[in-house]
């Protein structure tokens, strides 16, 4: 299963946008790019995914390169409710298993 | 919409004794996973299951961990003898299909084994 990279931590301040970054260098053309994130004490939530474009939902966006090899994830204006870590992940939706890695640990600084 | 139970919440145990875990999925969710979170890393995937069978248990320890899900709704884990490294919690999630990309996750079990 291909792989992602991400940095260990963040910090970002409250109320700012955060760019969350991943890299996927080995990624396929038939495997989708999904952002989960787990919460103190929490199972992981589901956040965002996208195959090739661009896309916007009610919690973030997630911003893919032309040529698939990273993406980043978008917090238009962190709030402390967004610590957490965040975990990029990439699969296939024939039924292939998530592969979640360590994600980054995003630190909100009020 | 009722999210996916899980329980107990936390157990605690010794080396060589047995273990159960109980899953409730979300009504209607035909796949269900089982995973092991320990701590400072990812959830890794120990089972997966499609209705009442079996599609995935390739990183399941069968010498020690088994499951079923019986009816393709409720599903149990259990660990049997305990080992120390079993300390972790053990997350069920289920979705409404195989490849599904949403999975919707319970609170876990956190698991200490002493």
């Known amino acids: 299963d291909a792989k992602t990279t991400q940095p260990n931590s963040m910090e970002s301040n409250e109320e700012e946008p955060v760019h969350l970054p991943c890299n996927h260098s080995t990624i396929s053309g038939t495997d989708y790019i999904h952002w989960y994130r787990q919460l103190p004490s929490q199972g992981p939530e589901y956040v965002i995914h996208g195959l090739t474009s661009n896309v916007n939902n009610r919690m973030a966006s997630l911003a893919i390169a032309e040529d698939r090899k990273s993406s980043t994830l978008i917090l238009h204006r962190a709030t402390l409710r967004d610590a957490a870590v965040y975990y990029c992940i990439l699969f296939k939706n024939t039924g292939n298993q998530f592969y979640f890695g360590t994600g980054t640990s995003l630190t909100v600084i009020p | 919409e009722a999210g996916v139970a899980q329980s107990p919440r936390y157990k605690i145990i010794e080396k060589r004794q047995s273990v159960a875990f109980w899953c409730n999925p979300i009504?209607?969710?035909?796949?269900l996973y089982w995973y092991q979170q320990i701590l400072g890393q990812g959830p890794k995937l120990l089972i997966q299951?499609?209705?009442?069978?079996?599609?995935?248990d390739s990183q399941l320890p069968k010498d020690r961990f088994s499951a079923e899900r019986l009816k393709g709704v409720d599903s149990t884990l259990k660990i049997q003898p305990a080992k120390l490294e079993d300390s972790a919690v053990y997350l069920c999630a289920s979705s409404s299909l195989r490849g599904a990309y949403e999975q919707y996750f319970g609170p876990g079990t956190r698991l200490t084994v002493t």
């Open positions: 299951f499609q209705n009442n069978g079996v599609v995935d």
């Open positions: 009504s209607g969710h035909a796949t």
